[in-house]
C-alpha cells in the first residue's frame, strides 16, 4: 500500500476536536474570567486574570447550585441501580429462558421505548402529585427508570446472549436454581455489559430534561440540567454564575465519559444496531 | 421439588417472575400515562381531582385544528427536524469515515466527538446561548473586531437566524452520535472487500460509493430514524436557547404542549396535544421496528 | 449406577418434530453412543435425558424412577459438555466442588472428594488456577473431573472430544475408555465421529433426521447396516452405492451405465425394480486383469486418480462407467492411468431397498 500524504486528514481531524471542543472550552475560560472580564469590551479571548472566585461565590453563596448537583446524583445512582436489578433479571429471562412471550415483549418494550416523554407529562404530573411522589427522589427514580428500562433490557438481554450457554447448563446440572445462577454465574460474567449498561444510563438520567423539570417543582429537588437552567429567575442571565455551575454539572459526565469511552461507544452502538 | 408442573412450565414461571417488576414498571411509567392522556384528552378535569371527569368528545382536538399556534409548533418542529437531520448525516458520514482511519490521536479524536453528545443538552444549549449572545457572546466579538459586521448579530432575536442557531447546536450534539452508529457500521465491512477493490483498479471515490454507501444503508436507516424521532420531540433545546422566540419562532410541539399544561394549566388540551404528537413519533417507531425486522 | 430408560421418547418444538418417538434401554454399566450428523437428533436426546430439554412425549426412566418432571440436579446424571463450560471466574477446585457444595455436603468429604478425582485425573497441581490458565486438555480433564466428582449414576457426554486437536483426542479416548472401565458408570455419549463411536461404544445409536436408524454393538451397525443412511455413514471412506435394476435374463444392470452383474448372490429382492449395491472400498480387491474369466465377481477398471493416504491408498476406479473407490495397501500400488482387475467379495456385499431405505434381507443358504 502506497503511503499518501496525510495532512489534509490531520487537517480535518484537527478541524472536528476544535469544533466539538470549542464550546466547552469557552464556558471554562467563561467560568475562570472575573465577573469585569466576562463582560469587557475589547473581548477577553484569555482570561486575564485567571480566578476561581466565581468557584468560591458558588460554594459561599449559593449552595443551592451544588445542591443541584448532588440531587443529579442521587437520581443517577438511584434510576442506574434499579434498571440494572430489573432490566438483568428482565433480560436474562427474556434471553435465555425460552419465554413464551419472549419475542412479542421484546418488541413491545422497544416500541414503547420511543415514546415521547412529554407525552407523559400530564399524567404523571397528575398522579405523582396525588401520590405525593412530586419533589422525591423516588418519585423521580421512579420515572428515569421506567423511561430508560426498555434499553437496559434490550442492552444486557443482547449482551447474555453473547455469552457460552453451556456454562448456565453446567450450572443447571449442578443444581443451581435460575436465580442462583444469575446471581453467581450471569452477574460475575457479564459485568462489562452491566458496567456499559450502567453508565449509559447515568448519563441517560443525568441528562434527562423534561421529567426532571415537571416532577421536581421545589428549587432544592432540581437536578443540576434543570436548576442551572432556571437559575436566573427574572432578572438578567448571571452568565458568571451560569457557565461556572454548568461547568460543575458536566465534569462528572466528562470524567465518566472519559474513562469508559470504549465501553459506552460499544454499549451505544450494540443497542443501536439491535 | 415438585413434580407436578412440567419442567417447562416451572421455567416459563420463573421467567415471569423475573420479568415481572419490568413490565409493571414500565406499564406504570409509560403505557397507563399515554392511556390516561388520551382520556384527559376526551374531557374536562382539573388537577388534583377535586372535579369530576366530563366527557367532551372531540372538542380538544376540534379546537386544536383550528389553533394556529399548534400548526405553527408542527410547522416549526417539522422544518427543524427535516433541516437539521440531513446535516447530521452527511456529517456523521464524514466523520464516521475520517474516525476510522488509523492516525496517531485517534483515542482522543473520538472522545472529543463524543462530548458533545454525552453532556445534557439543556446544559450545551446554555454554553451555545451565551456564545450566540448579541452583547458579550464569542461570535459576535470575533465578528465586530474582525470587522465582518459593524452591528452585533441578534442571533436569537431574528426568526430564521433563531431557527438557524437551534439547527446548528443540534447539528454540533448529535452528529457524533450518528458518527458513532455508522462508524459501528464501517467497522463491519470486511477489509478485504476494499482489498479486492483496489485490485479492480477502484479509486478511493468508487471505494466510498461503490462498497462503503451500499453496505451501510442498514446503520444510516437506523440512525436515521433515531434521530428523526428525537427531533420530533425536541424539548430542552428551544425551552433553553429561545424559550421558543423570537414570539413564537422556534416554539416546538413538546415545548408548546408543555406551556399549555404548565403555563396555561390547561391539562386536557394540553393532553390532546401530546396524544397528537405521540401518534406521529409511534408511527414512526413501527416504521423503525418493521425496519429492522425486514433487515434481519 | 443405573438402567436408563427411554420409553416412545419424542421432542417437538412447536410443529417442528426433532426427534420421532423411540424405545431404548440402556443396560446398567453400559457404554452407550449418540451417532449422527449435527442436526439428527442426538443431542436433544441426551439433553431430554440430562433435564436441560423438556420431553415432549413419552417417558424418561433413570434406576427405575420416572424423570420427566424432575429437575436435572436431581436425577442422579452428571454431564461433561463439547465446550468444557467451566465457570470461567471460579478455580478448578471451585468448579469441581460446586455440585457438592450446593448439595451442602461437609467441606472436609469435599476436600477428600474433589482430591481424590484431581489425583485420578492428574489434576492436583492446578487446583488452585482458574480454567484461563490450563491447556484444552486440562480443561476437558476438570470437566470430566467435575462429572466424577458427584459420583452419578449415569455420565451423559455432548461431544466432549471434538474441541481437541486430533493427537489429545486419541489420547483423551482412551484415557476415556480406561475410566468408564474402572468406575463403571452407564454412560450416554454424543457424537458426530464415528471413529469416537466404534473405539468407546458396547452399542451404538444411529440417529438420521430425528430417526433412530440403528441401534447395534459396533460390529453390528458395520457390518450390517440396516439402512443406506447407516452404511453411508459409518465407514471412512464412505461406502459405493451402485443403483441397479433387473435387466431380463443377464441379471442386473446399472441405471446409467454399462456396469452389470449376474445375480445378487441371495439377497430377496422380491420383486423390486431397483436394487442400491453397497460396497465397501476395504471389500473390494485388485486383481491381475483377465486372470479369472468367468467368474462373475470380477471386473476391469481404470484407475482415474490414485491417493496415498500413507498406510493404505485409495483408488477411484471407473468400473463400466460406474464411479467406485477402492481401499488398497500403500506399497506398490498402481498408478493413475492403468488398468487393472478387481474383484468384489460377495460375501461382503450389501444391498438396499432405495424406497425405503432399508437393508434387503439374505436368503438364508442350507
Not at chain 1, 438520567?205 to 429567575?233: C, D, H, K
Not at chain 2, 406504570?28 to 367532551?56: H, R
Request: aromatic share 10%; with cysteine; net charge neutral.
Amino acid at each position: 500500500m502506497t503511503k499518501r500524504p496525510r495532512y489534509g486528514l490531520y487537517l480535518l481531524v484537527i478541524i472536528s476536536v476544535v469544533i466539538s471542543f470549542f464550546p466547552i472550552v469557552w464556558l471554562i475560560l467563561t467560568s475562570v474570567k472575573t465577573t469585569a472580564g466576562i463582560y469587557a469590551w475589547p473581548p477577553q479571548y484569555w482570561p486575564t486574570p485567571v480566578t476561581f472566585e466565581n468557584y468560591w461565590t458558588i460554594i459561599t453563596q449559593s449552595p443551592e447550585l451544588l445542591r443541584y448537583v448532588l440531587n443529579s446524583f442521587i437520581v443517577g445512582v438511584g434510576c442506574t441501580a434499579l434498571t440494572l436489578v430489573f432490566g438483568g433479571l428482565a433480560g436474562y429471562a427474556l434471553s435465555r429462558l425460552n419465554l413464551k412471550f419472549a419475542g412479542f415483549l421484546m418488541v413491545g418494550i422497544l416500541a414503547v421505548s420511543m415514546f415521547p416523554p412529554v407525552s407523559l407529562l400530564p399524567s404523571l404530573f397528575q398522579n405523582f402529585l396525588q401520590l405525593g411522589l412530586l419533589n422525591t427522589y423516588t418519585g423521580l427514580i421512579l420515572a428515569h427508570a421506567g423511561l430508560f428500562l426498555p434499553f437496559t433490557v434490550w442492552m444486557l438481554a443482547s449482551y447474555f446472549a453473547t455469552l457460552p450457554v453451556e456454562i448456565e447448563e453446567a450450572a443447571r446440572m449442578d443444581g443451581m436454581g435460575f436465580l442462583r445462577i444469575f446471581l453467581t454465574i450471569v452477574l460475575p460474567l457479564s459485568w462489562p455489559g452491566f458496567v456499559a449498561t450502567g453508565l449509559i444510563v447515568f448519563i441517560f438520567s443525568w441528562n434527562e430534561f423534561p421529567l426532571a423539570l415537571v416532577l421536581m417543582t421545589q428549587n432544592a429537588m432540581r437536578t443540576a440540567p434543570v436548576g442551572i437552567s432556571l437559575y436566573p429567575g427574572e432578572y438578567a442571565f448571571p452568565w458568571e454564575t451560569i457557565s461556572t455551575a454548568t461547568v460543575i454539572a458536566i465534569i462528572p459526565i466528562l470524567i465518566i465519559t472519559a474513562i469508559f469511552q470504549k465501553q459506552i461507544v460499544g454499549g451505544l452502538t450494540a443497542g443501536a444496531g439491535k | 421439588m415438585n413434580a407436578a408442573y412440567s419442567l417447562d412450565h416451572r421455567r416459563q414461571m420463573t421467567g415471569m417472575s423475573f420479568v415481572a417488576p419490568t413490565v409493571l414498571l414500565i406499564a406504570i411509567i409509560l403505557i397507563y400515562p399515554i392511556i390516561q392522556s388520551v382520556v384527559l384528552s376526551f374531557g374536562q378535569s382539573s388537577i388534583d381531582g377535586s372535579e369530576p371527569y366530563e366527557f367532551v368528545g372531540f372538542a380538544h382536538y376540534a379546537k386544536l385544528m383550528g389553533d394556529e399556534r399548534f400548526w405553527n409548533s408542527m410547522a416549526v418542529t417539522f422544518t427543524f427536524t427535516a433541516i437539521s437531520i440531513p446535516l447530521e448525516l452527511m456529517l456523521g458520514i464524514g466523520l464516521a469515515v475520517l474516525l476510522n482511519e488509523s492516525f496517531r490521536g485517534k483515542g482522543i479524536a473520538r472522545l472529543a466527538v463524543l462530548f458533545p453528545w454525552a453532556l445534557p443538552t439543556a446544559l450545551n444549549t446554555l454554553m451555545w446561548r451565551w456564545m450566540y449572545n448579541a452583547d458579550y457572546g464569542l461570535f459576535n466579538a470575533v465578528a465586530l473586531q474582525s470587522g465582518i459586521v459593524d452591528r452585533p448579530i441578534n442571533f436569537l432575536g431574528d426568526e430564521w437566524l433563531a431557527m438557524f442557531s437551534m439547527v446548528v447546536v443540534a447539528v454540533w450534539k448529535t452528529s457524533s452520535f450518528m458518527a458513532l452508529i455508522i462508524l459501528a457500521g464501517l467497522q463491519s465491512i470486511p477489509r478485504d472487500l476494499y482489498e479486492a477493490g483496489r485490485m479492480d483498479g477502484m479509486s478511493r471515490w468508487q471505494e466510498f460509493t461503490q462498497i462503503t454507501l451500499p453496505l451501510l444503508k442498514g446503520p444510516i436507516l437506523v440512525a436515521l430514524i433515531i434521530r428523526s424521532m428525537d427531533a420530533l420531540r425536541t424539548f430542552e433545546l428551544p425551552f433553553n436557547l429561545t424559550d421558543g422566540g423570537p414570539v413564537i419562532a422556534t416554539e416546538s410541539l413538546s415545548l408548546y404542549a408543555y406551556k399549555v399544561i404548565f403555563d396555561f394549566i390547561d391539562f386536557n388540551f394540553g393532553a390532546a396535544i401530546v396524544v397528537v404528537q405521540f401518534l406521529v413519533i409511534f408511527a414512526m417507531s413501527l416504521a423503525y421496528i418493521f425496519v429492522l425486522r425486514t433487515r434481519n | 449406577m443405573a438402567i436408563v430408560s427411554l420409553q416412545q421418547i419424542g421432542k417437538n418444538y412447536g410443529s417442528v418434530t426433532a426427534v420421532h418417538e423411540f424405545d431404548l434401554t440402556i443396560n446398567d454399566g453400559e457404554f452407550l453412543v449418540l451417532l449422527g450428523p449435527s442436526g439428527c437428533g442426538k443431542s436433544t436426546t441426551l439433553r431430554m435425558i440430562a433435564g436441560l430439554e423438556s420431553i415432549s412425549k413419552g417417558t424418561l426412566e433413570i434406576g427405575g424412577k420416572v424423570m420427566n418432571a424432575v429437575d436435572p440436579k436431581d436425577r442422579g446424571v452428571a454431564m461433561v459438555f463439547q465446550n468444557y463450560a467451566l465457570y470461567p471466574h471460579k478455580s478448578v477446585f471451585d468448579n469441581m466442588a460446586m455440585a457438592l457444595k450446593l448439595q451442602r455436603v461437609p467441606a472436609d468429604e469435599i476436600q477428600r472428594r474433589v482430591g481424590g478425582v484431581a489425583d485420578m485425573l492428574g489434576l492436583t497441581d492446578f487446583l488452585e488456577r482458574k480454567p484461563a490458565a490450563l491447556s484444552g486438555g486440562q480443561r476437558q480433564r476438570v470437566a470430566i473431573g467435575r462429572a466424577i466428582v458427584r459420583t452419578p449414576e449415569v455420565f451423559l457426554f455432548d461431544e466432549p472430544l471434538s474441541n481437541l486437536d486430533a493427537k489429545l483426542r486419541v489420547r483423551m479416548r482412551m484415557e476415556l475408555q480406561q475410566l468408564h472401565e474402572r468406575l463403571g458408570v452407564t454412560s450416554i455419549y454424543v457424537t458426530h465421529d464415528q471413529v469416537e463411536a466404534m473405539t468407546l461404544a458396547d452399542r451404538i445409536v444411529i440417529m438420521d433426521s430425528g430417526v433412530v436408524a440403528q441401534v447395534g454393538t459396533p460390529r453390528e451397525v458395520y457390518d450390517d447396516p440396516a439402512t443406506i443412511f447407516v452404511a453411508g455413514f459409518i465407514g471412512s471412506p464412505a461406502m459405493n452405492f451402485i443403483n441397479i435394476e433387473p435387466a431380463g435374463d443377464y441379471g442386473w444392470k446399472s441405471k446409467d451405465s454399462s456396469f452389470a452383474i449376474s445375480d445378487l448372490n441371495g439377497f430377496d429382492t422380491a420383486d423390486l425394480t431397483s436394487v442400491t449395491l453397497g460396497i465397501r472400498p476395504e471389500d473390494i480387491e485388485v486383481v491381475a486383469r483377465d486372470s479369472k474369466t468367468g467368474d462373475p465377481w470380477c471386473f476391469d477398471a481404470d484407475i482415474r486418480l490414485a491417493e496415498l493416504l500413507g498406510a493404505d491408498a485409495l483408488l477411484n476406479l471407473s468400473v463400466a462407467g460406474e464411479d467406485m473407490l477402492v481401499r488398497v495397501g500403500g506399497v506398490d500400488h498402481p498408478e493413475r492411468g492403468h488398468q487393472i482387475g478387481i474383484r468384489i467379495a460377495p460375501a461382503r456385499l450389501h444391498a438396499f431397498n432405495p424406497d425405503t431405505g432399508k437393508a434387503l434381507p439374505r436368503i438364508q443358504k442350507h
